[in-house]
């Protein structure tokens, strides 16, 4: 433990950022119009600082909404003060906290130790497999006509991997749907459907054996979340893998998970899954069991999304499709350079110290909805 990696002030912002388009889950989520995300700034003894980042999902997702993840930022930052960041990294601390405000922290940890070590969050992780991973692009739920107009739009930017939300209209209307988009698909695109906790069990069946013979990269979460049973049993008819999102919240759940038999695929979001060292847990259970991880996104920015290409450029059990690294892209603004990083639907690492985003503080302010919490010495902040 090192005196000068020990944190001396935490400061939170909470944000709201609109979408560049709004867009349209299922009948459980409706239509989201902004992000709703609260920055977090670590500050050491040495005057280095380390950025994390929140994106409560809501009640029905990960029971989190920006007032309750400011209350248990503000609330924990006191006990922060003090932690040596190596320590909280090299011991895993970040695995005895979980939800979007634990997440904040362990990624600022992880930004702080990798900038004041020179080191890569990819690096600290790990050994990294990759430094590239293409993204996938997601389309609300419409008709087929907007999934083939987004489609075409995206494919001349070099997107191949296609989210279709699904779980709002009829599942007969799903299923022809889905149908539809495929018949017209372009060369080497391929798609995979989310249904957001839309379905029912009979419906969700349905759609399985209807759609059996289609070349699709998987069905998310198509019931709800706790319903292990449904999973199973739309496994067992669906003609490609079954992934859990919503399903997988924390790393006490993966066991029951596999053991249920409920998930091929396991989704991975950094802010939902509490930070970086719980998604790696969750991903290596995963990966030991002989499952693949899909690395997906809240309506981030670029913070989050960082943190998670740091970790998917260390697992070796990624599907073999696009991943959601797009979500600054669907923003009408950011407060990171991280959209800089993708070009033609790839987003590439750039291999410096830390996350390695540039955050504007003016942009922070510009956005921020309460005022700035600072906790500890300001003293130390350049």
């Not at 922060?80 to 990624?107: I, Y």
Request: charged share 20%; with cysteine; net charge negative.
């Amino acid at each position: 433990m090192t005196s000068d990696l020990k944190i001396t002030c935490v400061q939170i912002w909470p944000l709201r950022i609109p979408l560049a388009k709004p867009y349209h889950l299922s009948k459980l989520y409706g239509t989201l119009t902004h992000s709703d995300t609260v920055i977090i700034r670590l500050t050491l003894a040495n005057g280095v600082t380390g950025w994390g980042e929140a994106d409560p999902g809501g009640i029905d997702c990960d029971g989190e909404t920006i007032d309750s993840v400011v209350q248990t930022l503000e609330n924990r930052a006191h006990h922060l003060l003090g932690q040596s960041v190596d320590d909280w990294v090299e011991s895993g601390k970040g695995r005895d906290f979980h939800g979007p405000a634990a997440a904040a922290f362990d990624v600022a940890c992880y930004d702080a130790l990798g900038r004041a070590t020179e080191t890569p969050v990819c690096q600290l992780l790990g050994n990294p497999c990759r430094n590239q991973i293409p993204l996938l692009w997601p389309t609300s739920c419409g008709s087929a006509d907007d999934d083939l107009a987004i489609i075409a739009d995206y494919y001349e930017r070099g997107f191949c991997t296609y989210m279709l939300k699904m779980g709002d209209k009829p599942v007969n209307e799903d299923i022809t749907r889905i149908k539809a988009v495929i018949a017209q698909l372009p060369y080497g695109v391929r798609v995979m459907v989310d249904a957001n906790q839309g379905w029912s069990q009979e419906e969700a069946i349905q759609f399985a054996r209807e759609t059996e013979s289609l070349p699709l990269v998987l069905i998310e979460q198509p019931v709800a979340a706790s319903d292990y049973d449904s999973l199973r049993r739309v496994r067992e008819v669906a003609g490609c893998p079954v992934s859990v999102d919503e399903s997988i919240q924390n790393f006490s759940e993966t066991a029951a998970i596999l053991d249920a038999g409920a998930a091929d695929i396991f989704s991975i979001k950094i802010s939902k899954n509490g930070g970086l060292a719980n998604s790696q847990a969750i991903a290596s259970s995963a990966g030991r069991a002989g499952k693949q991880v899909l690395m997906n996104s809240m309506i981030e920015l670029g913070i989050t999304q960082a943190a998670s290409l740091h970790l998917g450029c260390t697992l070796d059990n990624l599907v073999n499709c696009g991943h959601a690294y797009m979500s600054t892209l669907r923003m009408a603004d950011d407060v990171t350079d991280f959209s800089e990083w993708i070009k033609q639907g790839v987003v590439t690492l750039p291999g410096v110290p830390g996350l390695g985003v540039n955050v504007s503080l003016g942009k922070i302010k510009q956005y921020q909805t309460g005022g700035l919490q600072s906790i500890g010495n300001t003293n130390t902040i350049s």
